[in-house]
């Protein structure tokens, strides 16, 4: 499709580092919340004593908490099974006692939850506001005529995850931030403000925005709308002002042009963002000011010249992400969703695709600053069924809800670049489906006609043309080519159908290359994504024993199969993918004289979401002499492997060799290492070293200073270090560890795929030498320290600053 996309988002209107609103009061409603898990007849009634209740604040997710009596979160016997990772869901109840702030009276209150899964119902003060099914979408309420002005209220959440519902760790609970707002009669509506940059060029950016004015008062209103743009360093670059009426009870919608001289165009290299300030004037006093972070780019996509972004062609180099954080469960914390996008950027992505529903507000606050592109996805299923108990009950009256959720939302977000209609459909295939998908995609043009609308579809026969044609860029699962074993799926097509764009919505780590390879040779296939970029709990072991899945797989818990594990440390196969899109890379590993794991003799052909058995590991006691196989991966023209400084001779890593060299090496303990080189220019080095007996710990924080807000977090790598600072990788080591200071450990985890041990307690058994410790900041400033012991071996501390 040749036409621009033109674009730019308003983040959702009340998440941090997103549209925030003055004179009236937005505020993170987080705290002071009391919890029970199970059922609690007459809970909804203000009166109701919840002093036995668990106090909680949010985010907050049970699944992941230790089943009561017992210290894990998972069972064979969990309703959820492979798919949830044998964690387990259930009815909870939430209630919180508030008072809303001085000079409420006369004003609009509204809350907001961001996210709760799923079934939640909200009263406030025993009058029910009714049931919100979706688990993924955000929603709000206008509570004004049932609060009251002084004195408390009670806000009361019950929340059902029962049965097969989710296809991977859904989570249960208020699992996202909850926001209270208080805004004067006349107002911008909840995520009333949509930004689009129809035209962009160097010298000049034009800026639309679309602004809906709602007025609750009891009489028409004259106002002024404002809107100024202003840039990152907080520069006035655009203003324009209009009149407008607003009847009683009614909402208008306001269109306003402005543009921008030179504009710093948004861009994944250059993240630049501007503020557009919306101000609502009646004579001259100030009735509401939203800001709306947003962005200055031009998207465009065609067979010929793939996916450009400010008329720059550019690759997209993508993975799939589930919403779940490893140890914190589905807890939302703003910093738990910017360490996700921090480290894949790290790792070379430049795309991310949300499997399989909408995500956090955080999480593409966190992409449009450190710019990451996003395919942003409504659902896994309509109307047919994938689990007897998932969204395909509540489809049909409850989708175009959950799409206007979604798209209103999200649609000043700069780093989105299309909207996913859903994934793997099982309908995909009929006339009926084709006819949904037409329903879906046209409506979602009404509410954003700037981005290109996409789904992610199996089964790659030309039975599914009539559904890709209502797609505007057609996303393959599994297209599998670029590889001379297999045909090449996109190529067959394009000589079908010449004009359609493609690209591997989800692929297997195993045929990275291959899949690699067809975005490279192809203009019309604009990127690929790997199943999956991070791993996740559920749909256990994918990655080791494969499908079909049964109950026999646990104690499995863990996908197995991301680039990056849990805790968020790259694996092999993440390491294989810098070879193949950063140069001079260089990685060493080894394959272990027996499986890891034991291996499933059952396991499907087709199933291949697994990587080489291979481990960045030279420690092999009792393995003297004995050959060893030794992976390379490197992006060099070739590489030289050396053990003890003896040189073992040097081979190619090019693409002929699919970016790969392999060695069989007689273990000797010492030092293990690779040496790329262009030409004769030695441009990369990795190497291993045999560990000692384990001697030390070392505590590492990423962040040495937090915020003391109450959300922020640090994560502290352990690692159990040999007398000469090496880490041990056979290490298995119980830890335990203390906190002092305002701050609390919310979670712990090792990335073991089978460890049943607990995420919540104060202690972890190392697994490959290491663990984490994740630690939440309070509201108060000063310190805290983590000691870490392990038996046998001197303790050590880490501080860090609250701040």
Not at 261 to 284: F, G, H, M
Not at 359 to 374: F, S, Y
Not at 569 to 594: E, G, H, I, N
Not at 735 to 761: C, D, H, K, M
Request: glycine share 10%; charged share 20%.
């Amino acid at each position: 499709m040749k036409e621009l996309f033109g674009i730019v988002l308003l983040m959702f209107l009340l998440s941090s580092g997103q549209a925030q609103s003055a004179p009236g009061t937005t505020s993170l409603f987080d705290a002071g919340w009391r919890f029970h898990r199970g059922g609690a007849q007459g809970a909804e009634k203000p009166e109701f004593d919840d002093k036995a209740w668990r106090p909680v604040d949010l985010p907050h997710d049970w699944s992941i908490e230790d089943l009561p009596g017992t210290t894990s979160p998972f069972s064979p016997d969990a309703p959820s099974q492979v798919s949830g990772g044998f964690t387990t869901g259930g009815s909870g109840w939430y209630r919180k006692t508030f008072e809303l702030p001085a000079g409420a009276a006369g004003q609009r209150v509204q809350l907001m939850f961001e996210g709760v899964y799923m079934n939640a119902e909200v009263w406030v003060n025993g009058k029910s506001l009714g049931r919100h099914p979706y688990g993924y979408t955000s929603f709000w309420h206008d509570v004004t005529d049932l609060v009251k002005p002084t004195g408390p209220n009670v806000v009361a959440v019950e929340v059902h995850n029962q049965g097969l519902n989710s296809r991977w760790y859904s989570g249960s609970g208020i699992y996202r931030h909850v926001w209270l707002s208080v805004r004067a009669p006349v107002h911008v509506a909840p995520w009333g403000t949509y930004l689009t940059t129809p035209e962009v060029t160097a010298t000049a950016a034009q800026v639309r925005a679309f602004t809906a004015l709602t007025n609750q008062s009891g009489q028409a209103a004259e106002v002024t709308l404002v809107t100024r743009i202003r840039n990152a360093k907080g520069q006035e670059v655009a203003k324009t002002e209009s009149k407008q009426a607003v009847a009683a009870g009614a909402t208008a919608e306001v269109s306003q042009a402005l543009s921008i001289k030179s504009p710093e165009r948004w861009s994944v290299d250059q993240p630049r963002l501007y503020t557009a300030i919306t101000e609502v004037y009646e004579q001259q006093r100030l009735l509401d000011r939203v800001e709306t972070p947003f962005g200055v780019r031009a998207i465009s996509v065609d067979a010929q010249n793939g996916f450009r972004l400010n008329g720059q062609p550019l690759k997209l180099k993508g993975g799939c992400i589930h919403h779940d954080h490893g140890p914190l469960g589905s807890k939302s914390y703003d910093r738990a969703e910017e360490r996700k996008i921090e480290l894949l950027k790290a790792s070379g992505y430049n795309a991310i695709r949300c499997a399989h529903n909408p995500p956090a507000p955080a999480l593409l606050a966190a992409c449009d600053r450190l710019g990451m592109l996003v395919i942003d996805e409504a659902f896994d299923m309509w109307r047919e069924a994938k689990n007897p108990y998932d969204y395909h009950l509540y489809f049909d009256r409850w989708w175009q809800h959950d799409v206007a959720s979604m798209v209103r939302r999200d649609r000043n977000h700069p780093s989105v670049i299309m909207w996913s209609l859903g994934n793997e459909i099982p309908e995909r295939g009929s006339l009926a489906g084709v006819q949904t998908a037409r329903q879906l995609a046209d409506y979602i043009r009404k509410l954003d006609p700037t981005r290109p609308i996409t789904s992610g579809v199996n089964g790659l026969n030309p039975d599914k043309d009539p559904f890709f044609g209502v797609l505007d860029v057609s996303g393959y699962n599994y297209a599998a080519g670029g590889d001379h074993h297999q045909p090449d799926i996109y190529a067959q097509d394009n000589a079908r159908l010449p004009q359609r764009v493609m690209y591997g919505a989800e692929s297997y780590p195993l045929e990275a290359f291959g899949s690699w390879m067809d975005v490279m040779d192809h203009p019309y296939v604009v990127g690929d994504f790997v199943w999956t970029a991070f791993d996740y709990i559920g749909e256990a072991s994918i990655g080791w024993l494969g499908y079909w899945q049964n109950q026999s797989f646990f104690p499995w818990n863990l996908a197995y199969c991301g680039d990056l594990d849990i805790c968020g440390w790259k694996r092999p196969q993440s390491y294989y993918r810098d070879a193949l899109w950063k140069p001079s890379q260089v990685s060493l590993f080894v394959q272990p004289p027996t499986p890891s794991f034991p291996l499933n003799p059952g396991k499907e052909e087709w199933s291949k979401w697994e990587w080489h058995d291979v481990l960045a590991d030279w420690t092999w006691p009792g393995q003297e002499n004995k050959p060893l196989n030794v992976e390379v991966y490197s992006s060099c023209e070739r590489v030289e492997l050396l053990l003890n400084g003896r040189s073992l001779g040097s081979k190619p890593t090019t693409r002929a060799t699919r970016f790969q060299a392999n060695w069989s090496v007689p273990y000797q303990a010492g030092v293990l290492q690779a040496v790329g080189y262009n030409g004769k220019k030695k441009v990369g080095t990795a190497e291993l070293r045999s560990a000692e007996a384990p001697a030390r710990l070392r505590l590492t924080p990423d962040r040495g200073t937090i915020r003391a807000n109450g959300q922020d977090l640090s994560y502290v790598s352990v690692e159990v270090l040999d007398q000469k600072g090496t880490r041990n990788p056979k290490a298995e080591l119980p830890l335990q560890f203390a906190l002092t200071g305002l701050g609390t450990i919310v979670g712990v985890g090792n990335a073991n795929p089978i460890s049943l041990e607990s995420y919540q307690r104060p202690e972890r058994i190392t697994w490959q030498g290491r663990c984490m410790v994740i630690i939440k900041g309070g509201q108060q400033a000063g310190k805290v320290t983590l000691r870490a012991t392990a038996p046998g071996l001197p303790g050590a501390d880490v501080e860090i600053v609250v701040e």
